[in-house]
Every structure is written in C-alpha cells, then in structure tokens.
C-alpha cells in the first residue's frame, strides 16, 4: 500500500510573555522491515536525524511566540507499506549481541513494573507452561488477550501493574503488559507507537509491542488486535520505546523562560490517504 501522511503540529503561547529561541523535537517515524519512507517534506525546512532505537526525528526551530500566537509546522510523508511475516526467516546473532540486548531491554521502567507481585506470579505461571522463549512470547501473547478487555482510547496510560488487576484497557494497556510479563522472565520487549490506517483519513492512534527471539529477532507483537510475528500493510511506525518506556511525539524546549514556565499548548492532526496513479484517495 502507498500512503500519504499529513502531519501538522501547533505550538501556541498560552502565556503572558514573549517565548523565543523555541526547538520543537517531533518524531516522524522509526525503521520498521514492513514500511519504506520513500520521500518527507518539513515546512518550515528542518533538520532530520536519526536518534535512538531509529527513530526519526524532526528538529524545529520555532519563531518568537508572543502570548496567544502560534506556530504551525507541517510534515509530508509518503512511504510504501506491506504485509509482513517476522516469523519466516531465522536471524543470526552472537552470544555477544544477544547477552547486550539482554542486558538493555529486560529493566525494569515506569509502566512495565516487573518486580510487582502479580506480574511474577502471572510470569512465573507462563514460564512453568513454556518450553523456550518463543513458546513462553506465545503465551504471554494469549494470556493479555484473555485477560485484558479491549477498551476505546483511555485518556492515560494505566500501565502493567495497574491493568494486571483492573483487567481491561486500551491498546497501551495491552502492549505494556505484554512487555512486562516477558522482562520478568529476563526476555527483551519493547514498545512502538504508531497509527493504524483504518481507511479514514484520520488514523487510528496504535500502540503494540516487540519481543526479542534469539533465532528470529524482534518479532512485532500486537495483543490488543490479535497479531504474533506480523504486521499489515495498515501500520505504520513512528516512534520505538524499549531504552525508556515513554518517548512523547512531540517536545519543546526554549531558552527564555528564566523567571518562569509559560504555558504552551501542543497538538497534533495526523491524516493519511491511499495514493493510486499518482493520487490520494481516502477507502
């Protein structure tokens, strides 16, 4: 599938002074095998670099903002996506490689509370039922699914410890017990955001998940739509969190707070579109 994703951010004072020497740092999108960014346009011109875990990132200057202005950057992004099987192929790593991966994505981190007795209670029943990692991940994945109802878009992110107990939440909720129950075991997982085009033009806010499988790789996991090892042509990835446990879309910084801190008011409209013949169209 071939999209266009219109991105638009607005950035407004809502203070009583003057901001100046604003940086806006916006995560566009993350490597993923399934999704090939084939052009972007930022408006006005940035500068785009990789940071951690992949992630694209936007580096914003923002004009002067006196109280009540805004600032309203754009990004364009085309990029072609497909249905794709992590199961299929082996990947090979080192005992060095793996011990590393090992060492950096089991900790424990705000929303993936591994030291909680219940999440050791649930993972240690998982892993006296599997017989390896993949076959504990196969479970792990089950286990959210039948656990946690699946409810619309919270307003917060409850986390692992809380949706182990209150056994329902969103997408996030889903992920991050997912994640949990396996850096318990000392099986690396992590968190990615994104959207999933749901033929309308504004998508849907998604999040899911990545387990690490030494013969396989990072497998994407997604409990709260029921897929293991494969992602659809209707994901797309933008922002990868396994070093920290949350990384929010957009940030601003300024230099010329020093009395005290204004309030800015940040938002965000995302839009895609199916693109055939060289045009967009929404299915």
């Known amino acids: 599938m071939r999209l266009l994703i219109d991105m638009q951010a607005n950035i ?79 990947q090979d790593y080192t005992d060095r490689d793996i011990k590393q991966i090992r060492g950096t994505y089991c900790k424990m981190l705000r929303y993936w509370e591994i030291e909680d007795p219940l999440i050791q209670d649930i993972s240690q029943s998982i892993a006296e039922r599997s017989k390896d990692d993949e076959s504990y991940a196969h479970i792990a994945y089950q286990v959210v699914r039948e656990m946690v109802k699946l409810k619309t878009h919270l307003d917060y992110r409850l986390g692992a410890s809380a949706v182990a107990r209150g056994k329902e939440g969103d997408c996030d909720e889903h992920a991050d017990l997912f994640v949990a129950l396996n850096r318990a075991v000392k099986i690396p997982a992590r968190r990615v955001v994104g959207h999933y085009y749901n033929g309308r033009d504004e998508p849907e806010p998604h999040a899911w998940a990545e387990v690490f499988l030494e013969n396989k790789g990072w497998i994407p996991v997604d409990p709260a739509l029921g897929s293991f090892g494969l992602l659809s042509e209707r994901y797309f990835s933008r922002i990868r969190e396994g070093l920290v446990s949350e990384r929010p879309t957009i940030q601003v910084k300024w230099n010329s707070m020093k009395r005290k801190k204004e309030p800015v008011q940040i938002e965000e409209q995302v839009r895609m579109s199916v693109i055939k013949n060289g045009k967009s169209f929404d299915k």
């Open 12 to 90: 407004i004072n809502q203070g009583s002074s003057k901001i100046s020497d604003g940086l806006m740092i916006w995560h566009l999108f993350t490597d993923m095998a399934n999704q090939f960014v084939t052009s972007f346009d930022v408006f006005p011109p940035a500068r785009v670099v990789e940071k951690a875990e992949n992630n694209m990132v936007a580096m914003v200057k923002i004009p002067e903002l006196n109280p009540g202005e805004s600032f309203s950057p754009t990004v364009i992004l085309r990029i072609d996506t497909t249905t794709r099987d992590w199961l299929i192929e082996n």
